[in-house]
């Protein structure tokens, strides 16, 4: 099946392929969905799943079919973007102009280094400078996430690796770490990314930036085989918390997702706010509650 990459910073999924449809997800610059349908240029719509088993409709001007041996990025020069955007500038010179903003968990083909500057060729074939701050020169591909530890790799500036791995207590702070940087981002149905996220769209953004990719939609999360269910008073951070109230268009029992902070609080987006910090005593919250579940080994 072909796959193409997306050319655009954030691409919307559509459910039908039509402009007025449902935004049911999206993807990000630098990922490389399966191609469901082949695009039809008269239409200017394709049908794709991405990396999570997600299908929609995106605009083919949004992306570019990838030749049968073609690779983006290729092998070996892969840099994800770790903070909430990098701008992708047209010299390196943080006042040059940009050609694009990177949202975080975008991927960009890195070929050199010059100082604190990364020389990228964006999927649209255009080159471009990114700040060693925005798309970090040291960052981890996680093999495995396990109930214990984390093992991978450490990737520094494409130039050497060395074996990685923490307790699973690690992992958790860098579960609430990157949720904590997402706070204020903005509430948007079907965002998957700094611009907007809805409920799951966070958690999954959350999980994915530490190595994980889970479900796109909070029902699905629920039914991860790779959770379990602990109880409210055993949870701990990075755990995932779910709702079943308030209104779904889906008319699904869960309704909505969060992540456990600590004994007190939990991380969401909610509608009209946006990522914020609630406290797990809240009372609407509490009569909604559906349960908790906790990622483990297969």
């Known amino acids: 099946m072909p796959r193409a990459v997306v050319t655009h910073n954030v691409v919307k999924m559509h459910a039908q392929p039509d402009g007025d449809s449902e935004q049911v997800s999206q993807t990000v610059l630098g990922h490389t969905p399966l191609v469901l349908t082949p695009p039809d240029p008269a239409q200017n719509w394709a049908q794709v799943q991405t990396d999570d088993d997600y299908t929609g409709w995106v605009r083919t001007r949004q992306i570019r079919l990838l030749e049968e041996q073609e690779e983006y990025p290729q092998q070996g020069n892969a840099y994800r973007v770790n903070t909430l955007w990098a701008f992708v500038r047209e010299s390196p010179d943080l006042n040059a102009p940009h050609l694009t903003i990177a949202p975080m968990g975008a991927w960009l083909e890195?070929?050199?280094?010059?100082?604190?500057?990364?020389?990228?060729?964006?999927?649209?074939?255009?080159?471009?400078?990114?700040?060693?701050?925005?798309?970090?020169?040291?960052?981890?591909?996680?093999?495995?996430?396990?109930?214990?530890?984390?093992?991978?790799?450490?990737?520094?500036?494409?130039?050497?690796?060395?074996?990685?791995?923490?307790?699973?207590?690690?992992?958790?702070?860098?579960?609430?770490?990157?949720?904590?940087?997402?706070?204020?981002?903005?509430?948007?149905?079907?965002?998957?990314?700094?611009?907007g996220l809805d409920c799951s769209g966070f958690v999954q953004l959350v999980y994915r930036m530490c190595g994980l990719i889970i479900p796109r939609d909070a029902d699905l999360q629920a039914e991860f085989s790779r959770t379990a269910e602990v109880t409210l008073p055993d949870a701990?951070?990075?755990?995932?918390?779910?709702?079943?109230?308030?209104?779904?268009?889906?008319?699904?029992?869960?309704?909505?997702?969060?992540?456990?902070?600590?004994?007190?609080?939990?991380?969401?987006?909610?509608?009209?706010?946006?990522?914020?910090?609630?406290?797990?005593?809240?009372?609407y919250y509490r009569s909604i509650l559906w349960g908790v579940r906790r990622v483990v080994d297969t």
Do not use: C
């Open 110 to 195: 890195g070929h050199e280094w010059h100082g604190d500057w990364l020389n990228v060729q964006l999927p649209d074939g255009r080159a471009g400078w990114v700040w060693v701050q925005d798309v970090t020169s040291q960052w981890v591909m996680v093999t495995r996430v396990g109930t214990l530890r984390v093992e991978g790799v450490i990737v520094s500036q494409g130039r050497s690796a060395e074996p990685y791995a923490v307790p699973r207590a690690g992992w958790q702070n860098a579960l609430v770490y990157t949720a904590k940087r997402l706070l204020g981002v903005p509430y948007l149905w079907g965002g998957s990314s700094p611009f």
């Open 236 to 283: 701990q951070p990075g755990d995932l918390i779910f709702f079943a109230g308030g209104g779904d268009p889906h008319q699904r029992t869960i309704t909505h997702v969060g992540m456990i902070l600590d004994r007190e609080h939990f991380i969401h987006s909610s509608g009209g706010v946006g990522v914020n910090i609630t406290r797990l005593d809240d009372p």
